[in-house]
């Protein structure tokens, strides 16, 4: 069971938008910054988003992060076939035994 | 360019022991935290270890805390993570991910990923 929690999976249509969310609570994201890593098939993770919805240089714009409360959301617009991958949202969880929190990852499937 | 990479994974018996590495270039090694993260076969990312550019603070997860030991040489520019007393729940591929940063908290933002080593823990 992971501290943050996503959907395991979502889909949509080339060109479509589509959001994936990332739940927490007040000692991860409710006061920390949330990041977003993609993983394509058999490749190790990449940077995706980070403090909320900053992107690294190289990210298409059509990436974008945003965070409320104890949730944060990764929209993906324009969807396109090489988005297919595993999305997972990150974050410093403040508990007694302060850590690195990963959600449980959304394996997104373009149709 | 900056390069991680991984080595020393492994098939190992329960119980048994393992070392490792991950050699570092491209980036002035000592100004940055780094950390290993890790991923059971199908399954997602696990946060196992951190420490900072200087060496002086490091973090385990609960689950590896006093089985797992992080270090890193500097002057080498490589990072370690020597694991005992491993247990069949320690089976996964190991990344090596470098932070941002310098401190503790910066390596929650993962820059840099390694190509990761396959830990395979079984009789």
């Known amino acids: 069971q992971s501290v943050l929690t996503q959907p395991p999976s979502a889909s949509g249509t080339p060109g479509q938008r589509v959001t994936i969310s990332c739940s927490g609570s007040?000692?991860?994201?409710?006061?920390?910054?949330v990041n977003w890593y993609q993983q394509l098939p058999g490749t190790a993770p990449k940077l995706l988003i980070y403090?909320?919805?900053q992107r690294p240089s190289g990210v298409p714009d059509r990436f974008s992060g945003s965070k409320s409360g104890t949730s944060a959301s990764l929209a993906i617009s324009g969807l396109q076939s090489e988005d297919e991958a595993d999305y997972y949202c990150a974050a410093w969880d403040d508990s007694l035994n302060a850590d690195v929190v990963f959600g449980g990852g959304t394996k997104l499937t373009v149709l | 360019e900056v390069q991680l990479l991984e080595s020393g994974g492994g098939l190992v018996q329960p119980g048994g022991s393992l070392r490792l590495s991950c050699a570092a270039s491209?980036?002035?090694?000592?100004?940055?935290?780094m950390s290993w993260v890790r991923q059971a076969p199908g399954k997602g990312l696990e946060w196992v270890s951190a420490i900072s550019g200087s060496g002086g603070s490091t973090y385990y997860a609960d689950s590896v805390k006093g089985r797992f030991t992080i270090s890193r040489d500097n002057a080498k520019n490589s990072l370690y993570l020597q694991m005992n007393s491993l247990r069949a729940e320690d089976t996964a591929v190991y990344y090596c991910?470098?932070?941002?940063?310098?401190?503790?908290?910066?390596?929650?933002?993962?820059?840099?990923w390694g190509q990761g080593t396959l830990v395979t823990v079984s009789s």
């Open positions: 403090s909320n919805n």
């Open positions: 007040s000692s991860n994201i409710g006061s920390n910054t």
């Open positions: 491209g980036f002035t090694f000592s100004s940055y935290a």
């Open positions: 991910a470098k932070a941002p940063g310098l401190r503790i908290r910066d390596i929650v933002v993962v820059v840099a």
